[in-house]
């Protein structure tokens, strides 16, 4: 791998995230890949958020799956994003778009309850509730703590990962854990085994929140 930037430092772990990304394209493309700039530059910005490596191959491997001329990573970003969003993210500032976004967040808020309530009480009651609280915080703040409110979305977010994988039927819920399984075989070996199966949980979660239609709230 070369970096496309002249005279950028070459950082040794962001050279072997890179190098993965470049295996894994080349494994499915069948003959050599090096990362145009544009390219590059997206797959330095994954790894300077802490984006996970396993995440990122596992994206990978499952847009090949659906569809084999899957060209470069910018159509898969929004899929590589939103997996490695269904882990925990560190903590940051709020960002000048947050604090403009609070009709947006009443709405997703709004949309979210409404397909809450649609699933079965027993798995969804008490997320109905947290995002009832934060409507009602959102509806009358016009200057809220961005970073207490940050943090419950995240909350709400991981709750409603969990809330669709069980609200799933079982026959589907396992067809999504084969469908990832199969997304990250291929890694066995080359990523860290607690790192592959937190992606392929990552995944799963993700694909159940698609299925049943749950937009996400939070802003990271």
Do not use: K
């Amino acid at each position: 791998m070369s970096d496309p930037v002249a005279g950028a430092p070459r950082d040794a772990a962001l050279v072997a995230f890179v190098d993965a990304i470049e295996g894994a394209l080349r494994a499915r493309r069948g003959a050599e890949h090096v990362l145009s700039p544009r390219d590059f530059a997206l797959a330095r910005s994954w790894y300077e958020a802490g984006l996970p490596l396993a995440a990122v191959l596992v994206a990978i491997d499952l847009a090949f799956e659906a569809d084999p001329r899957t060209s470069g990573l910018a159509v898969l970003r929004r899929r590589v994003e939103e997996l490695a969003a269904a882990g925990p993210r560190p903590p940051g500032p709020a960002r000048e778009s947050e604090r403009l976004a609070l009709p947006e967040l009443g709405e997703r808020l709004a949309q979210l309850r409404e397909r809450l309530l649609e699933l079965p009480g027993r798995v969804s009651g008490h997320v109905v509730v947290d995002v009832e609280e934060l409507a009602a915080l959102v509806a009358v703040s016009q200057r809220p703590n961005w970073d207490y409110l940050r943090t419950r979305l995240r909350h709400v977010d991981e709750a409603v990962a969990t809330v669709a994988v069980d609200a799933l039927a079982p026959e589907e819920a396992e067809a999504l854990r084969d469908e990832a399984a199969r997304a990250a075989e291929r890694h066995r070996g080359r990523i860290d085994e607690h790192s592959l199966e937190e992606a392929i949980a990552r995944l799963v979660r993700q694909r159940a929140r698609e299925r049943l239609r749950l937009p996400r709230v939070s802003f990271d």
